[in-house]
């Protein structure tokens, strides 16, 4: 009998997302929290990752709780990977930035597939999904615009999910001086948006750590 067509539950339900995506096998480990999380997560809002993508995003947030520092995401958009966080995170503050009116102008750095406004989403909507959490502070405009009350932090953590050049090199200058050591950042989007890849390779390309590429389209570094 083909594995697909045993098993119920957070299994099953597993299985069939593994099929229907299409993601790669190997890194899928059913008994780890993480994919609880991700599963019950993806019926409750949209999460714009692969199961691998959203794993490593959790993995790494556990991972860096005994560095110091809080914890940040710029690019909201439907809250999933913000609330993949939350169940990580512990007490950690976390700190979220979007525009919540979707997309800024991209520029000749970047796809074409990227426009003004897309990703549209609300700030109402996710202080809503993220009601019950603790320790969430929400900074609604165009980063770094709105991180003013952050600059004086340091962080262990920081998901960038911004598609453009402009965002990602705005953002990489604000968050790199205030991560801690050992502090990781996470970027979707590295092999999938030429602006993100540029702005990531331009802006390391005189700094001691990698841009290591990891699962699908995500890149990772961890500061020195």
């Known amino acids: 009998m083909k594995t697909s067509e045993r098993g119920n539950g957070p299994l099953r339900e597993l299985q069939l997302l593994v099929a229907r995506i299409g993601i790669n096998v190997s890194f899928i480990h059913p008994e780890k929290t993480a994919f609880k999380y991700i599963i019950r997560i993806r019926k409750e809002t949209e999460m714009v990752l692969t199961l691998n993508e959203a794993a490593q995003i959790f993995n790494a947030v556990i991972n860096t709780i005994k560095i110091p520092g809080d914890i940040a995401e710029v690019g909201v958009y439907r809250g999933g990977s913000s609330k993949l966080i939350c169940e990580a995170k512990g007490n950690r503050p976390l700190h979220l930035f979007d525009t919540f009116e979707g997309l800024p102008d991209s520029s000749v750095n970047d796809s074409q597939r ?98 290591i590429e990891v699962t699908d389209s995500q890149c990772l570094v961890v500061k020195c």
């Open 114 to 211: 990227f426009h003004k406004n897309q990703y549209l989403s609300s700030l109402e909507y996710i202080q809503g999904l993220l009601k019950g959490f603790p320790n969430i502070y929400f900074y609604k405009g165009l980063f770094p615009t709105t991180a003013g009350p952050v600059s004086q932090k340091k962080f262990s953590f920081v998901h960038l999910d911004v598609d453009l050049y402009e965002s990602t090199k705005n953002s990489l200058e604000f968050f790199y001086p205030r991560m801690s050591k050992g502090g990781v950042i996470i970027s979707h989007d590295y092999l999938g948006s030429k602006g993100v890849k540029a702005a990531f390779d331009k802006f390391f390309d005189d700094k001691p750590e990698p841009v």
